[in-house]
């Protein structure tokens, strides 16, 4: 039987520990001055992106190459999805060419539980619309625990665009199964109704929902998906919403700051916290070449 990563809601806290227990370990060979193991020796990894991405295709592709598989990318603009083939035969086409790990970014939501049935190569998940995208959670969760040297009992408030965020959905399934406890803060026409129905408690302010965290995360305003009039300007937005210093008082003295990135400055989060020390924003990045590594190294070897 082949397994996937399609979303931490259907992974134990368990196989979550396991993962993180991988990466660890492989984030000292990306660290190291020898980038090269034979993990995925005559493996194939195809990166299928129909959004746009810069550190999670990039990751992904780092992360196959570094364990010696054979790794290809492609994405839907310059490929034959522009001419209109369909998903499901795009999918079809790259698993008939020897493909072992399918990797997929796509705007709809369930479009890779759509293709796992469909195809023999394992499908990890790199983003489906507004649902999941589980190796981000993972990384988050590999960063907090090397940075807070646990994740039981932390206090992790995730703020911004909550609503239209993959991001916040697997951080909540994964934090919360990990013992962590969540309070998610932004707007409220950028809350989802019912979210708290997933464990967390949610705030239409940032202020309460900051208090006394151990980890602040930001969530890029995700304007692309927006229709227009959910906040009147950006500008605004960072006065009532965005984490400057000054906001960051009411978190714990030594809180991390994070963000899955790309960054929108001084809209989310002010330039001086992005750069400050608090920030563990590169170090996520480098958490995610490791976490991608695990993930595709155990998927090769039978799951989690
Ligand atoms: C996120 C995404 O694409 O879901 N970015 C990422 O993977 N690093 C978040 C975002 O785009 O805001």
Redesign the pocket.
């Known amino acids: 039987m082949k397994h996937d990563l399609l979303g931490l809601k259907e992974l134990s806290a368990d196989q979550i520990g396991h993962i993180l227990d991988t990466a660890a370990s492989m984030k000292e060979i990306v660290k190291s001055p020898n980038k090269k193991t034979p993990h995925l020796q005559g493996k194939t990894v195809v990166t299928l992106f129909y ?1 746009n ?1 810069t ?2 295709r990039l990751s992904f592709e780092l992360a196959a190459k570094y364990m010696s598989a054979n790794a290809a990318n492609i994405s839907s603009s310059g490929s034959s999805v522009a001419k209109g083939e369909t998903l499901i035969d795009t999918a079809e086409t790259i698993n008939a060419m020897g493909t072992d790990i399918l990797v997929m ?1 796509h705007g709809m939501s369930g479009a890779p539980h759509l293709l796992s049935p469909l195809v023999s190569a394992a499908v990890v998940n ?2 489906d619309g507004m649902n999941e ?1 589980p190796t ?1 959670a993972l990384l988050d969760m590999l960063t907090i625990r090397e940075h807070k040297g646990r994740i039981e009992g932390l206090k992790v408030a995730i703020v911004g665009d909550v609503y239209h ?3 916040v959905r697997s951080n909540i399934y994964g934090l919360t199964k990990m013992g962590a406890e969540v309070s998610v803060g932004g707007p409220a026409t950028l809350l989802p109704m019912g979210i708290e129905k997933l464990g967390v408690k949610a705030f239409d302010n940032v202020q309460e929902a900051i208090v006394d965290a151990d980890v602040v995360m930001g ?2 305003i ?1 304007l692309e998906r927006q229709k227009k009039g959910l906040f009147p300007s950006t500008r605004e937005y960072f006065r009532f919403f965005g984490i400057d210093e000054q906001r960051l008082k009411l978190a714990k003295p030594d809180a991390i700051v994070m963000h ?3 960054v929108n400055r001084g809209v989310e989060l002010s330039t001086s916290v992005i750069d400050g020390e608090r920030s563990v924003i590169t170090d996520q990045v480098t958490s ?1 070449v490791a976490v991608r590594m695990a993930v595709m190294y155990l998927l090769s070897r039978g799951g989690f």
């Open positions: 959004e991405s550190r999670t970014r790199a983003g995208h981000q965020s993959r991001v969530l890029r995700q899955p990135g790309p995610g």
